[in-house]
């Protein structure tokens, strides 16, 4: 089956960096993306990863590993507003998205 | 209207009743989708419609239908609502069919079933 792993939840200091991890095991690989999510609130793409390597937005980086089926996102000079959770999606050989259960990231100050 | 609107917001709505939520975008995106979010679980697609007139199933279509009449409207039917349809339901959209583009959320559907 199709499998889409990322810890439940994760806490992290105002300030700090953290690396939110996500190892996928999907028929096919076509793309992975990351969201974030705010408590009642809609997911927003935060980044799409089809090569391996580092993208760097902002504050905000995805690394993808292919042959490793892993990604991670970085999240440095963690702000309050931060505090949100963060899902995984696969695209698989069909272009359909599989998605993680998300992270809870909870900043503390 | 700016983006994907939902309708409505929450509802608390009695087993067995018929129950539509609405979704529009003005977006002009050819693909729409239809989400639930259940605690601990990831995002589950039930219906998804490529372009106007075409829909498709998704993982979890079963007591659900929906429509794709024009581009903007893709409304989800529940025809005879279940407590297992508790949930927070969102409505997406792409402009692209192959999923490969960003998704836009509506801001979703509480929907709690009793």
């Known amino acids: 089956g199709q499998n889409i792993d990322q810890p439940t939840e994760m806490t992290a200091t105002e300030g700090a960096i953290v690396q939110i991890n996500c190892t996928y095991q999907?028929?096919?690989?076509?793309?992975l993306f990351w969201y974030q999510q705010h408590a009642g609130e809609a997911p927003t793409f935060l980044s799409y990863?089809?090569l391996d390597g580092l993208e760097e937005k902002g504050r905000f980086s995805s690394f993808l590993s292919r042959s490793k089926g892993y990604s991670y996102l970085l999240l440095k000079e963690l702000q309050m507003k931060d505090s949100a959770s963060y899902l995984c999606a696969v695209l698989d050989s069909n272009y359909q998205l599989i998605w993680g259960a998300g992270t809870k990231l909870i900043i503390k100050p | 209207i700016a983006g994907i609107t939902q309708a409505p917001t929450s509802q608390i709505l009695a087993a067995g009743r018929r129950m539509t939520l609405r979704c529009t975008q003005d977006?002009?995106?050819?693909?729409m989708y239809w989400y639930r979010q259940d605690l601990g679980l990831g995002l589950r697609l039930i219906h998804y419609s490529n372009t106007a007139g075409t829909t498709g199933k998704g993982e979890v279509p079963d007591g659900y239908s929906v429509s794709r009449a024009n581009t903007d409207d893709f409304p989800l039917t529940l025809a005879s609502a279940v407590p297992s349809q508790t949930s927070v339901y969102f409505c997406a959209s792409s402009d692209s069919h192959r999923n490969t583009g960003e998704l836009f959320f509506g801001e979703g559907s509480r929907l709690t079933v009793l």
């Open positions: 999907t028929s096919g690989f076509n793309g």
């Open positions: 990863n089809v």
């Open positions: 977006m002009r995106h050819n693909a």
